[in-house]
C-alpha cells in the first residue's frame, strides 16, 4: 500500500518506519526542512532505540521517502496519517492549530477517495472538526469528492517504541465506513499475525480511548506517589507497600513506582486536556484534577528534600544531576521532572553539574540560555564528572548505568557524601553502610 505520514516527530517517523518495513511505500512529510534534509542524509531528528537502522534501511531500499512537500506525496496515495503535536493550549485544551492546517492542505489538494486518519492524540469530536475543515476546501475548489476521517490514537512509548508499534498490545481504530475499515484492516495485517489485536469502534470511542488510557496511568503513578508523602510521614517504606500490592494481579506492578514525577510529551498534556474536556460538558473531574496536582506537587520533591537537609539556602551549594530526559530511553525531556528541579536550584542561586547519556543537546537547546552563562549550570560529558566536589548527587532519570554506582569513584569524587534518589533505585541500607547519606521516595529515614 502507499501512505503518507505528516509529522516527522516521534509518533510520524516510528509509524512511517514500521510500515515500511512491512513493505508499505511510505512518505514522511513534515514542514520542518531541516529536519527532512537531515532524514535524507541519515541524520534522525530524535532519540529512539533501533529506529535508525529501520530508517536507513528501509531509506536505501526504496520504501521510506522524506520530504516536505506534500503534494509529492499525494500521487496515488489513499491513505494519509495525521501525526503532528497537539502540544497544550492556555487553558490546557489540546491545541488542534497543526492537526487543522494539515487538513486544509490536505483539502487543498486531494482529488480522489481518501482516508484521513488522525494517529495525534486528539479531543474527542475532533474527527468531525478536521472533516469539516477538510470539506471546506474541497467546497472552494468546487469539488464533490467523498472521504473518510478514521481515529487511530497511537500508544507507543518513546524508548520502546518501534517494539510497542510492531508488537502492540492492542490497535484500536475508530471508524464507521466499511470501506475505512478495510483499509485499516489491511494495512494493520502484519500487526495481527498470530492473533487478532485491532479493536474497532466508534470515532469518538477511538478519540476517548486514548485519553482515558494516559490518564488510567498517570493516575496509577499519582496514587502512589501520594502513599509515598503517606508513607514518609507514618514511618512506612513504601518500597514495600508497592511490592505487596503490586503482587495483587488486580493492581499489578506496572506504573507503580514512586518517584519525582511524571513528564513527558503525553501524560502531562492529555490529562490535562481531559480535564478542559470534562469541564468544557459541565462535569468536573475530581479524580484528573488530583492526579495533575499530586504530580505538580511530586515534581517539586527535590526541592522540599534538599531545603529539609541543607535549608533555604542553596547558594554556593553545588548538585550533581544524574538524568535529564524524562524518562529513560529517549532524548524527550519535554515536561520533565528535571526541568522544574533545575529552574529551582537556578532561583535558589546553587550550582549544578549534570549529566544524561542522550538528552545532552536537548538539554543545551531547551534549558534557558541564562542558566549556562551565569557558569552556574554545567552540562559535563560523564555521570562521575557530574559529582566532582558536589554536595549531593541527584538522581533523575532512572537510565541503567546509573542503576549500580561506582561508590568508590563517588566516595573520592563528592565533597558531601549525600544520594537524593527521585526514582527509589537504589538500596538504602547498601548506601548507608558505604558511608552515604540517603534519600529516598517515601523511604525511611
Ligand atoms: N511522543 C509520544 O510518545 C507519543 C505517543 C503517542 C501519541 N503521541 C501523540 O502523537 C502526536 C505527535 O506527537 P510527537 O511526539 O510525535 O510530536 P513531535 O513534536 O515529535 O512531532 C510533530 C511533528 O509534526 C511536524 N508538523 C507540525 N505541523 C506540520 C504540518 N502542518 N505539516 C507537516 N508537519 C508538521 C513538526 O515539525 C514535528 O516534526 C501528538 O498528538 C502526541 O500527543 C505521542
Not at 474497532?200 to 503513578?221: C, F, P, Q, W
Not at 548505568?401 to 568508590?408: G, Q, S, Y
Request: net charge negative; charged share 25%.
Amino acid at each position: 500500500m502507499k501512505l503518507t505520514i505528516i509529522g516527522t516527530g516521534y509518533v510520524g517517523l516510528v509509524s512511517g518506519a514500521c510500515f515500511a518495513e512491512m513493505g508499505n511505500q511510505v512518505y514522511c512529510v513534515d514542514i520542518d526542512q531541516e529536519k527532512i534534509e537531515g532524514l535524507k542524509e541519515g541524520r534522525l531528528p530524535i532519540y529512539e532505540p533501533g529506529l535508525d537502522a529501520l530508517v536507513a534501511n528501509n531509506h536505501a531500499e526504496g520504501r521510506l521517502h522524506f520530504t516536505s512537500n506534500l503534494q509529492e506525496a499525494m500521487e496515488e496515495c489513499q491513505l494519509y496519517f495525521i501525526a503532528v503535536g497537539t502540544p497544550p493550549g492556555e487553558d490546557g485544551s489540546a491545541d488542534l492549530q497543526y492537526v487543522l492546517a494539515v487538513a486544509k492542505e490536505i483539502g487543498s489538494l486531494l482529488t480522489d477517495y481518501a482516508v484521513i486518519v488522525n494517529k495525534s492524540t486528539v479531543p474527542v469530536g475532533t474527527a468531525d472538526t478536521v472533516r469539516e475543515a477538510l470539506q471546506q476546501e474541497l467546497d472552494n475548489r468546487g469539488l464533490d469528492l467523498t472521504f473518510d476521517v478514521v481515529s487511530n490514537p497511537e500508544f507507543l512509548k518513546e524508548g520502546a517504541a518501534i517494539d510497542d508499534f510492531m508488537k502492540p498490545d492492542r490497535i484500536v481504530v475508530g471508524t464507521n465506513s466499511p470501506r475505512a475499515r478495510e483499509m485499516m484492516h489491511q494495512l494493520y495485517a502484519p500487526f495481527n499475525r498470530n492473533h487478532e489485536r485491532t479493536i474497532y469502534m466508534g470515532v469518538r470511542d477511538a478519540e476517548m480511548t486514548k485519553y482515558a488510557a494516559n490518564s488510567m496511568l498517570a493516575t496509577k503513578i499519582s496514587f502512589i506517589n501520594e502513599m509515598a508523602n503517606l508513607c514518609e510521614l507514618m514511618g512506612v517504606d513504601v518500597e514495600s507497600v508497592r511490592r505487596g500490592i503490586g503482587s495483587d494481579s488486580r493492581i499489578g506492578f506496572s506504573f507503580i513506582y514512586p518517584g519525582c514525577g511524571y513528564g513527558g510529551s503525553c501524560f502531562p498534556k492529555d490529562v490535562q486536556a481531559l480535564i478542559r474536556m470534562a469541564q468544557q460538558v459541565g462535569f468536573e473531574p475530581q479524580v484528573l484534577q488530583s492526579v495533575e496536582n499530586r504530580n505538580q506537587f511530586q515534581k517539586g520533591w527535590f526541592g522540599r528534600q534538599i531545603r529539609r537537609h541543607f535549608g533555604d539556602d542553596l547558594s554556593g551549594l553545588t548538585f550533581g544531576v544524574w538524568g535529564l530526559a524524562f524518562k529513560p530511553g529517549t532524548d524527550d525531556m519535554r515536561e520533565a521532572s528535571a526541568k522544574v528541579l533545575l529552574a529551582d536550584l537556578m532561583a535558589a542561586g546553587a550550582n549544578v553539574l549534570a549529566y544524561d547519556p542522550v538528552a545532552m543537546e536537548t538539554a543545551a537547546r531547551e534549558l534557558p540560555a541564562e542558566w549556562f552563562a551565569s557558569g552556574r549550570l554545567r552540562l559535563v560529558d560523564n555521570q562521575y564528572q557530574a559529582l566532582e566536589g558536589v554536595d549531593a548527587m541527584l538522581l533523575v532519570t532512572e537510565w541503567k548505568p546509573f542503576r549500580i554506582p561506582d561508590l568508590d569513584a563517588m566516595r573520592r569524587t563528592m565533597k558531601q557524601r549525600l544520594i537524593f534518589d527521585g526514582r527509589n533505585q537504589y538500596d538504602p541500607a547498601l548506601i548507608r553502610s558505604a558511608g552515604f547519606g540517603y534519600v529516598g521516595v517515601g523511604r525511611l529515614v
